[in-house]
């Protein structure tokens, strides 16, 4: 009779360290980390590039990428962790907490003097501007929507903006009362917000509008096919913000293309961060559709051109 304790032979050996180490891997690419295979790998080395990288590697990069510094941080989280880089979910800093967000929205209402009062109850919000459609809703039918993504955090906000920005991460610069479905559609980079120019517009024009206060912006269809833009967001009769009269047809997200932004006052958000939207709206859609082996299809659209 043999001993219970085997000798184990070398394909166990390496079956158990392969095993381990899968484990190992599975901790750093989640499922929710990765949309597919191939950029489950890639977010892998990256991640293990970006460690070599700057714990000591040969190349260019060691001479100003230091250890937990925040353009560090900003790398990683942009290239190697960000739901904006691959498209995963569930990545960053995570959810906000909710006193923290009702805040958030409370000084963007104030902000932007969207709230309609009750007469001698000025506590008392009975609708909410959208800046979206120009529509009234009530308080709940509005949400406070980030323009640089809160996931991010401040390391990356300092890192692509400077650090005069890095207190603005939740204050009303960086955000706009949308409608729910709006907001989303801005998220995943269907549409965008865009200065109110011509296509292509001149020198002078593009002059003017820097001048000129407040800034005038417009909605723009960044995806053509993108679904969300059949998306209802104004029903059929529901009231008009100026004559009281009801919509007299459903208006879709799609509907917006070309619509100026409404504004109850002369504040606005910073413009940097509407260009970061733009910019991400462009590589989004490149990624989803079949540019993905070769963006510049898509994006060549784009080069070389103004906001």
Not at 85 to 97: P, Y
Not at 268 to 295: C, G, N, S
């Amino acid at each position: 009779r043999t001993s219970s304790k085997r000798a184990r032979t070398d394909p166990e050996k390496d079956y158990y360290y392969l095993s381990a180490k899968l484990i190992k891997s599975k901790k750093q690419i989640s499922a929710a980390a990765a949309c597919d295979a191939s950029v489950a790998y890639l977010h892998a080395e990256t991640k293990l590039a970006v460690r070599d990288w700057v714990d000591g590697g040969e190349g260019p990069a060691t001479s100003w990428v230091k250890r937990s510094c925040p353009i560090r941080r900003a790398f990683q989280a942009m290239f190697s962790t960000s739901q904006l880089g691959i498209c995963a979910d569930k990545v960053g800093m995570g959810a906000r907490k909710r006193s923290e967000q009702s805040k958030f929205k409370d000084d963007l209402i104030q902000f932007y003097g969207a709230a309609t009062t009750k007469p001698n109850k000025p506590k008392i919000i009975v609708t909410v501007h959208d800046s979206a459609t120009g529509y009234e809703f009530i308080k709940s039918g509005v949400t406070a929507a980030h323009l640089f993504p809160y996931k991010l955090g401040p390391d990356v906000l300092v890192a692509l903006f400077g650090e005069d920005v890095e207190s603005e991460l939740m204050t009303s610069r960086n955000g706009l009362p949308l409608q729910p479905h709006v907001e989303s559609a801005l998220d995943d980079g269907a549409i965008s917000i865009v200065p109110d120019l011509p296509d292509n517009p001149t020198t002078e024009q593009v002059a003017d509008w820097e001048r000129n206060e407040p800034k005038i912006y417009r909605w723009r269809i960044i995806d053509e096919d993108a679904e969300s833009l059949n998306t209802v967001i104004i029903p059929k009769g529901h009231n008009a913000p100026e004559d009281g009269h009801g919509a007299p047809k459903d208006i879709t997200i799609r509907n917006l293309d070309g619509q100026r932004l409404s504004f109850k006052n002369d504040d606005r958000p910073r413009a940097r961060y509407l260009y970061f939207l733009f910019v991400f709206a462009q590589l989004k859609m490149a990624w989803r559709h079949e540019y993905r082996t070769d963006p510049a299809k898509k994006l060549k659209l784009q080069l070389g051109k103004g906001f």
